[in-house]
């Protein structure tokens, strides 16, 4: 008989993660999203009513309060697509290969080129 995950026992692990999180990007650790997009979403958010924005926001987390010092929650969430470069500041040689242990990873994980299954 297994003992179950109570929900303190969620909360605790949850906060665990946001601090190792937090200190990975104290640390200096990890290296700052590319925002390729950037341009495109501020001027398409521009144009959204208050209503659309807020359904946005709530879908991507955007006012989950899980932004810290520049990184949102989406630099944390699984992606189905390759990543344009690592989020650890590793030489650049190690980096080439770890882009492509991620395609493995996500080959393997059944999904083929840009994250379609």
């Not at 290296?31 to 924005?53: I, V, Y």
């Not at 290969?97 to 059944?110: C, S, W």
Request: aromatic share 8%; with cysteine.
């Amino acid at each position: 008989m297994g003992l179950g995950i109570t929900n303190e026992d969620r909360v605790r692990l949850y906060h665990n993660l946001v601090n190792c999180r937090r200190a990975l990007v104290d640390h200096d650790i990890l290296r700052k999203p590319t925002d390729s997009s950037g341009s495109f979403l501020r001027n398409t958010l521009r144009r959204l009513s208050k209503h659309k924005l807020d359904k946005l926001r709530q879908e991507h987390g955007g006012d989950t309060g899980e932004t810290y010092k520049g990184f949102h929650y989406a630099f944390w969430a699984f992606s189905r697509q390759p990543l344009p470069q690592s989020i650890s500041r590793i030489p650049e040689a190690d980096e080439q290969v770890m882009l492509q242990v991620f395609q493995i990873i996500l080959t393997y994980a059944g999904l083929g080129q840009n994250g379609k299954l």
